[in-house]
């Protein structure tokens, strides 16, 4: 009997090698989706407090201006630091690069860039309506938040598994 029909037996279907060539990337990926749920009510609580129109309404053009001048370079340093991460990840279990490099940049940016983009369309949608104010960005921004998260994953599973195969393909 060969040694991967014995690992089977113990580990059902595909679970003996459960993340293949990406490593524990997965893993870490999800953890950093989960970490962007409460990073983006932080950064919410810090551009909330832009100035307010006379309805009481947010002033859209001062909190774009913030949202674009701390938080978009901020996400996008972020970003870079995980690829820098998720690569070795790849690398270090015979995964191939160019078969894993779209999850990779997908891992990252779920949790980086998507912080930004829930603050900042969640803003947009708000004020299309003048309706800008602190409760519904606050709950819009959760709501997009919280969808992010779900989807990064569903899809972050599917790319893994499509991955796997391609680097199956690539060996």
């Known amino acids: 009997?060969?040694?991967k029909e014995i690992i089977l037996?113990?580990?059902p279907y595909n679970m003996a090698n459960y993340s293949g060539g990406s490593g524990y990337m997965p893993l870490f990926a999800m953890f950093a989706f989960f970490a962007s749920f409460p990073a983006t009510l932080f950064?919410?609580?810090g551009m909330a407090t832009s100035s307010k129109t006379e309805d009481g309404a947010l002033d859209y053009q001062i909190l774009k201006r913030r949202i674009n001048r701390t938080v978009l370079p901020s996400c996008l340093v972020l970003f870079v630091i995980?690829?820098?991460?998720?690569v070795p990840m790849v690398l270090s279990y015979s995964g191939n690069l160019l078969a894993y490099g779209l999850e990779i940049l997908w891992c990252a940016a779920v949790p980086t860039i998507g912080m930004y983009c829930t603050l900042f369309l969640s803003a947009k949608l708000l004020n299309t309506g003048n309706k800008l104010t602190k409760g519904k960005?606050?709950?819009l921004t959760l709501g997009f938040s919280a969808l992010l998260v779900v989807l990064g994953i569903v899809v972050?599973?599917?790319?893994?598994?499509?991955?796997?195969?391609?680097?199956?393909l690539l060996r």
């Open 9 to 11: 037996r113990v580990r």
């Open 156 to 168: 972050m599973m599917l790319l893994d598994a499509f991955c796997g195969s391609l680097n199956s």
């Open 82 to 86: 995980c690829v820098i991460v998720f």
């Open 43 to 45: 950064i919410w609580t």
């Open 137 to 139: 960005w606050l709950l």
């Open 1 to 3: 009997m060969r040694k």
